[in-house]
């Protein structure tokens, strides 16, 4: 069992939480992920670590509400426990040698954009972050992009706070004005991160893209995360999260994902009625 | 008591094909206590024993079956126990046919004595009857890592544990059993079955550390740091092998592991589940291992009209006969000589939005012929030209093997794998090319048997043992 040390609630669908793990937090990377479990008989879900303390032995996590478990997992409070938590998992993001990189995150994916920011920006790189989400409600950890970025872009697609438009468009402004990265690294929505491909491809400036297929295991046994990176079949889980954006097939990416659509509805439906009937 | 000079078998009772089909539960239901007399009375006792030799983990069967006849059933239980960490395990799945049945002398003539079918009666008396907990030795003061809770690295942790060993096991998953728990579905193998094999061990002081993933959470090196003075590696044939061909990665196609994984671990096959699975319509599975019988059976038991597409014939089907016919009787039709050349999907041209887009309808295959004999005698399939034709379907599942997971050897210096990622050790002791480190399993031989596995686990057992008590 893995206690919640911290719990804070971010914006009406996006919650935080520090959870003690000790063996994780003493070798999580920007990039990794992690699977759980909250209960007995409950999926594995994988989240991407949003950053860890070594010293306290936490790992941050920060998710969406979108069905069954990470509702169930929003219904924890601080001091309580869930089931399983292992990781770190996957390849860290590389960053060794990067001197200026732009940061495009979308939605909840801004929380795996973070602990990147932050660590390039320790390291001296430049870094300017452009973080979009569609309205200001559901704005996140601005200051903390703030304080890790050279030059921070914050977008909405209506316009309620900062620039009225998707990521790309500042993206494609600086890249027009001739300005150059050594890489961009983008996390956010499958659609947001085809779009940031196809923006940078046409000046071929490098950009990594983090996936976050569905999966079980995540230590390379189901194949359930596979890819198509470059032609060739990849998973997600021993070969990423991170990719080289160029070679990705979104399209189908985006259908895969699908798989389980109907069922998971569901799946949230009855966990929703579920809590509620406990609150009457 | 007279020798039973039978020439069959006792028949295993089991549960009819046409109720099975439609339920989790175990097909098999083996032996009551007068069935299990009658086949012990068939074991002639020979005093050369070939039996013992084609049991990897030398089992002294014919002194066990002594027992039997005697009805000191415990006592048989102590006899399997003294060679075999998973008695109930090993009766169900082990391919007995092609091991200590094959050598008994019984088979010249008739059938062989029902030595698995005996084993199972035996281990099954034990967990239903026995009350006293296994004995905990006292410590030798040395530490050993175990990497995998699999049948390989549970029987490594058995062997060392009875001799006083502190001795962690670590597993990546959320449960203890590795492919006992993931890969053999509940109908072939309960999983309380399993869970009791787990803490029989537990009970001998083995302790298992679920959630840690070797090579990733902490490093063999660590292990070493932490007061570890031997490591055994059993982590198993991890990564799914898939064809190759277009279609793999449409909507509906799983790999066996996947598939298994789903239904077994996460327990998908149960209403209130969890986990998602696609059930019912048409299945088509591709290979002819146990892993693909399994992969089919359970597809069935969930609804589904079931083929398995195997290119070559009947008689190169590497499954064991015994699942074969399960799976026949069950009402999988065999669909041999075709190997697959793609898998077709749904695309709504007017609707690019549409939720059946990417999914999978069809398999095409192409008919084969078998040719001349490859390198290991199995006569090898060709294509006959023109000859290909698809098949309607919802689901495919990819069954046609493993290769070993790179986890461990990517973070581990020193530590040699093959060209197909295989760990190389010393046959005799499990040996890798790493000082203190040894493997097993089908981390070693790629996918193999559950007993294959435990016989490496023992051996490695027994030279850590060696090396360590110098």
Redo the contacts between chains.
């Keep these: 069992m893995y206690q919640i040390v911290s719990k804070k609630v971010l914006n009406p669908t996006v919650t935080m939480m520090e959870i003690s793990a000790p ?2 937090a003493r ?1 999580a990377e920007a990039g990794q992920f992690i699977i759980l ?1 909250v209960d007995e ?4 879900i994988p989240l991407t670590v949003a950053g860890c303390n070594r010293e306290k032995g936490t790992v941050r996590i920060i998710f969406q509400i979108v069905g ?2 990470t509702e169930a997992l929003n219904h924890k409070e601080a001091g309580e426990y869930i ?7 996957g390849k860290p993001t590389e960053v060794e040698g990067l001197k200026k990189v732009c940061i495009v995150g979308g939605g909840v994916g801004c929380a795996i954009a973070l602990p990147i920011a932050e660590k390039l920006h320790a390291m001296g790189c430049e870094v300017h972050s452009i973080i979009g989400f569609r309205s200001k409600d559901l704005l996140i950890l601005e200051d903390e992009f703030k304080a890790a970025s050279t030059k921070l872009t914050v977008m909405t697609d209506d316009g309620s706070y900062g620039r009225h438009g998707n990521v790309t468009l500042p993206l494609k402004e600086m890249l027009e004005a001739g300005e150059t990265f050594d890489e961009v690294i983008t996390i956010g929505p499958l659609i947001m991160m085809k779009f940031v491909v196809a923006t940078t491809r046409p000046f071929g400036i490098k950009t990594t893209v983090s996936m976050n297929p569905i999966m ?9 995360c ?3 990176v470059g032609g060739v ?1 990849k ?1 997600a889980c ?1 070969d990423g999260p991170d990719f080289d954006g160029f070679e990705v ?1 979104f399209d ?1 990416a985006m ?2 994902g ?4 109907d ?2 509805r569901h ?1 949230y439906e009855e966990t929703c009625n579920l809590f509620k009937k406990e609150v009457q | 008591m007279a020798a039973n000079m039978s020439l069959t078998k006792n028949p295993m009772p089991s549960q009819e094909p046409e109720v099975r089909a439609h339920n989790f539960s175990e097909v098999a239901l083996g032996y009551d206590e007068a069935t299990a007399l009658d086949e012990a009375a068939r074991c002639l006792g020979c005093k050369a024993m070939p039996c013992v030799s084609g049991c990897p983990v030398n089992i002294h069967i014919p002194e066990f079956i002594a027992k039997v006849k005697e009805c000191d059933f415990e006592g048989a239980y102590q006899v399997i126990a003294q060679a075999s960490s998973l008695p109930a395990v090993c009766g169900r799945v082990c391919p007995q046919e092609s091991q200590c049945e094959a050598l008994c002398v019984r088979g010249k003539k008739g059938d062989p004595v029902g030595i698995g079918r005996l084993e199972r009666f035996v281990a099954d008396w034990h967990n239903d009857h026995a009350t006293e907990a296994p004995v905990r030795p006292a410590p030798n003061g040395h530490k050993v890592a175990v990497v995998g809770s699999g049948p390989s690295g549970l029987t490594c942790a058995g062997d060392l544990a009875k001799k006083g060993y502190a001795v962690t096991v670590f597993e ?3 449960l203890a059993g590795g492919v006992l728990v ?1 890969g053999i579905p509940e109908f072939r193998l309960p999983k309380a079955i399993v869970q009791k094999e787990v803490d029989t061990l537990k009970a001998l002081g083995v302790d298992i550390q ?4 070797v090579g ?3 490093t063999i090196d660590e292990l070493f740091e932490d007061g570890y003075e031997a490591v055994f590696v059993g982590s ?1 044939a ?3 092998n ?1 064809m ?1 061909i277009p279609g ?5 196609v ?2 066996a ?2 598939f298994l ?2 239904s077994n ?3 998908a096959y149960k209403d209130d ?4 699975i ?1 059930k019912g319509g048409k299945v088509v599975v591709v290979g002819g291992g146990n892993v693909a019988m399994d992969a089919a059976r359970t597809a069935l038991r969930l609804g589904a009209e079931v083929s398995i597409v195997y290119r070559r014939s009947m008689e190169e089907l590497p499954a064991r006969r015994e699942e074969v016919e399960h799976a026949q009787e069950e009402g999988i039709e065999f669909k041999l000589l075709n190997n697959p050349v793609r898998i077709l999907g749904y695309q709504n041209p007017d609707d690019p939005r549409d ?1 059946k ?2 999914c999978v309808t069809a398999v095409e295959c192409i008919r084969m012929e078998l040719g001349e004999p490859d390198e290991k005698g199995r006569r090898r399939p060709v294509e006959i030209p023109g000859s290909e034709f698809v098949m309607d379907t919802d689901v495919v599942i990819i069954a046609i093997g493993t290769s070993p ?3 461990i050897k990517n973070t581990t210096a020193g530590l040699e794998v093959n060209r197909r990622g295989g760990i190389i050790v010393q046959e005799e002791t499990g040996a890798t090319s790493k000082p203190g480190v040894y493997a097993g399993g089908d981390a070693v031989t790629g996918a193999a048997t559950v007993i294959l596995a435990m016989g490496a686990g023992k051996t490695a057992a027994k030279a850590i043992d060696e090396a360590l008590s110098k």
């Design positions: 063996l994780v070798k479990r008989d409950g999926e594995r069954a478990t089931q399983d938590f292992v990781g770190p998992l079980i295991d995540g230590t390379g046994m189901c194949g359930g596979r890819l198509t079949t998973f021993v097939d189908e259908a895969r699908t798989m389980y659509r069922f998971e799946a | 990546a998953l959320h993931y679920t959630n840690v993933v990733k959470t902490i198993g991890g990564l799914p898939f190759g793999e990665s449409l909507k509906g799983y790999s592991n996947e994984t789903r671990l996460m327990k589940s969890a986990t998602p696609w939720p887009n990417g997971n790179p986890l």
